[in-house]
């Protein structure tokens, strides 16, 4: 199996910025793609920012310009810099991973998540 573990969520001010982490070990073959998606009470999870193993990016609309994702491939670990947070940006942020363990299919691979409130 592929396990992924978040760091770095926590509290901070509207106009803060917090660098979230989720790295990924396990009998790895190979993972396409890593994101981050979130979940506020109530809500659906939601796409936040993907990034392929080439370096192609996707972000949701709410945080174009605010929010990038990066990954170290040697490492297995993807990234997510937000900056100028919001309110609104307040909820629980999942790692993910679209991968395959050795000898094994491609499968959907999640964290436990990692709390983010913006908050005065």
């Known amino acids: 199996q592929v396990q992924l573990v978040e760091s770095g969520g926590g509290l901070v001010q509207p106009g803060g910025s917090l660098r979230l982490s989720c790295a990924a070990s396990?009998?790895?073959?190979?993972?396409?793609?890593m994101g981050w998606y979130r979940q506020a009470p109530g809500n659906t999870r939601a796409m936040v920012a993907t990034?392929?193993?080439?370096?192609?990016?996707n972000y949701a609309d709410s945080v174009k310009g605010r929010f990038t994702i990066s990954r170290d491939n040697a490492k297995n670990t993807v990234y997510l810099q937000m900056n100028n947070l919001k309110p609104e940006d307040t909820a629980v942020y999942y790692c993910y991973a679209d991968g395959r363990v050795v000898a094994g299919p491609k499968a959907d691979y999640w964290g436990q998540g990692t709390q983010v409130t913006v908050s005065s």
């Open positions: 990034i392929t193993n080439g370096g192609s990016t």
């Open positions: 396990g009998s790895i073959f190979s993972i396409y793609v």
